[in-house]
């Protein structure tokens, strides 16, 4: 049913993923864009609420409006934008201070489809900051759904050498005690 690329282990997945700013101008295969989706599904969340819908944009003019939110050129070459949504009637509340989780929820969510693009040869980058109220009003969105990130996905045009620069495990982590 779904596309499987050549396996690789969870560290290898994770360090192939990348920001794509720039990508191919060719359609993404509806199975790959079904494959993504079905990872965020797959996502835990806080109680199991899935506070979550998802707006998966292919249509040229509806991709043309959804850029006027973000206003950076490269957006542009996007064939894809799934507008991950956050349902705040639906989220878990910590009852010791009252803290949404709808946010982290779908942030997790984000995550398995990044990493499922990856998998499938696709490129995605997450964009917190773009015009929520805009994005509101084009989508005409009730007012417990947040636009949470849009998620650009298409095939990148170049695969970047990958030195991620990252801190060391020694500098990140502590081990029973801080």
Same mark, same amino acid.
């Given at each position: ?14 360090? *192939? %993923?990348?920001?794509?700013?720039? +990508? ?7 199975? *790959? ?5 079905? #990872? #965020? %599904?797959?996502?835990?969340? #806080? ?20 850029? *006027? ?16 949504? @956050?349902?705040?009637?639906? @989220?878990? %509340? ?6 949404? +989780?709808?946010? !982290?929820?779908?942030? !997790? ?7 499922? #693009? /990856?998998?499938?040869?696709? @490129?995605?980058?997450? !964009?917190?900051?773009?015009? &929520?109220? *805009?994005?509101? %009003? ?6 417990y759904l947040e636009p949470i990130a849009l998620i650009p996905v298409g095939y990148p045009v170049i695969q970047p050498e990958l030195n991620k620069n990252r801190e060391s495990l020694d500098h990140l &982590? /502590?081990?029973?005690?801080?």
């Amino acid at each position: 049913m779904y596309h499987k690329t050549v396996s690789m282990n969870f560290i290898e997945l994770a360090t *192939k %993923r990348f920001s794509v700013r720039n +990508f191919e101008q060719r359609p993404v295969e509806k199975e *790959k864009l079904l494959y993504i989706l079905e #990872a #965020a %599904r797959m996502a835990p969340t #806080a109680v199991n609420f899935q506070p979550w819908k998802f707006i998966v944009i292919t249509k040229p003019e509806l991709l043309e409006s959804v850029q *006027k939110v973000y206003h950076r050129q490269w957006l542009a070459t996007a064939p894809v934008i799934i507008i991950a949504l @956050g349902n705040h009637h639906k @989220g878990w %509340r910590r009852k010791s201070d009252d803290k949404d +989780f709808t946010e !982290i929820d779908v942030a !997790i969510a984000i995550d398995h489809m990044t990493l499922a #693009a /990856t998998e499938q040869d696709l @490129g995605t980058c997450w !964009i917190c900051n773009f015009d &929520v109220d *805009k994005c509101c %009003r084009l989508l005409n969105l009730p007012d417990y759904l947040e636009p949470i990130a849009l998620i650009p996905v298409g095939y990148p045009v170049i695969q970047p050498e990958l030195n991620k620069n990252r801190e060391s495990l020694d500098h990140l &982590v /502590t081990w029973d005690k801080f």
